[in-house]
């Protein structure tokens, strides 16, 4: 049973230690990033669909319990053009994973709510979950 976002006052947060880990960074962060873009015309349409952090401020909480506010998106993507996430979301020659994992951790951060938000809000709009 998966509790939906509507029906849960908080939303937890990934850690640094979670980010860091390549297993979580490869199925929790990468994966969904890849499968996000694939729906986007372009690396610039990050840029509105990271909006939705702030329908969820104040929901938003780490593991130990501190508020999870998040950061001015040109703060932390200042390229204009997302340059980044082309090289973020290639694939090794394996294609299963990430050719290179970024120490970019509160954009990874912000990527994985973005991607879990916009999933899970699917999900409730489609009337699943």
Not at 8 to 13: E, L, N, Q, Y
Not at 81 to 100: H, I, Q, V
Request: charged share 30%.
């Amino acid at each position: 049973m998966s509790i939906r976002f509507s029906e849960s006052p908080r939303i937890v947060v990934a850690s640094d230690y979670n980010l860091v880990d390549r297993q979580f960074y490869a199925k929790r962060v990468w994966q969904p990033a890849r499968r996000r873009h694939a729906h986007m015309h372009g690396r610039k349409a990050w840029f509105a669909a990271l909006t939705i952090l702030y329908d969820f401020d104040g929901r938003m909480y780490f593991s130990d319990q501190r508020p999870y506010h998040p950061k001015d998106i040109e703060e932390v993507f200042p390229d204009v053009s997302n340059r980044w996430m082309t090289d973020f979301l290639l694939a090794d020659e394996t294609g299963e994973a990430p050719k290179r994992y970024s120490p970019k951790l509160e954009r990874l951060r912000m990527i994985e709510l973005c991607c879990r938000l916009y999933d899970e809000t699917i999900l409730e709009d489609a009337g699943t979950g």
